[in-house]
């Protein structure tokens, strides 16, 4: 198999393959709330710096193009019904807010960096952190979209970008070093 979380949690059958994704799914929104909650406000900008885009990545390239999309479904549900997964315990119609693109955001970059681990690509140092520069470029690119029509078009880079690409940039080089040195270990177990 090519995704890594089949090689560590192997299912004997369909009922258990059944527990496993459904777990999967639960697991993976409660992860993606928890990070959603590291949240560093920053007094120019309505976008939080939050583990939110880390937990995108880690879900989208160990859980595939399936379940990375229906973990991200879950929790976009699950805050919208009115749970407090957004960031700052925040919940409701948070999509039409101004970090509203950068939700949709993380589901297709999560959808994204799930087609590519399906295809085996987490193997690679090279490969992932690619796979994980293009992620950021989709949050982005809807996060921005819809940024600016609270901030305008002239201040959305400085608000919606240019402060979160050091961090960022950490998370991602955190994810490179994380997944393909697991792929390593678990093929020696």
């Known amino acids: 198999t090519n995704l890594l979380i089949n090689n560590l949690i ?8 059944i527990v496993k994704n459904v777990s999967l799914v639960i697991f993976g929104t409660i992860f993606m709330s928890l990070m959603a909650q ?15 885009t880390f937990a995108v990545m880690l879900i989208g390239l160990l859980y595939g193009k399936k379940l990375a999309p229906a973990t991200l479904l879950s929790y976009i ?20 807010s101004p ?17 590519f681990a399906d295809k085996g690509y987490t193997k690679s140092y090279i490969k992932t952190i690619i796979i994980l520069l ?9 996060g921005l979209i819809q940024l600016s029509f609270f901030v305008g078009n002239k201040n959305v880079f400085m608000v919606g970008l240019v402060p979160f690409i050091p961090g960022d940039l950490i998370k991602i080089t955190f994810v490179t070093l994380l997944l ?3 792929w390593k270990i678990s093929k020696n177990v």
């Open 10 to 17: 192997k299912t004997e059958n369909k009922n258990q393959t």
């Open 134 to 142: 293009l992620a950021s470029v989709v949050i982005y690119f809807f």
């Open 180 to 182: 393909p040195s697991i």
């Open 99 to 115: 970090t509203g693109g950068y939700v949709i955001g993380y589901f297709l970059a999560a959808l994204m960096c799930g087609y």
């Open 38 to 52: 590291l949240k560093l406000v920053l007094p120019f900008t309505p976008v939080p710096i939050t583990g939110g």
């Open 77 to 96: 549900v699950a805050g919208t019904i009115g749970l407090p997964v957004f960031a700052g315990f925040k919940s409701g119609l948070i999509l039409f």
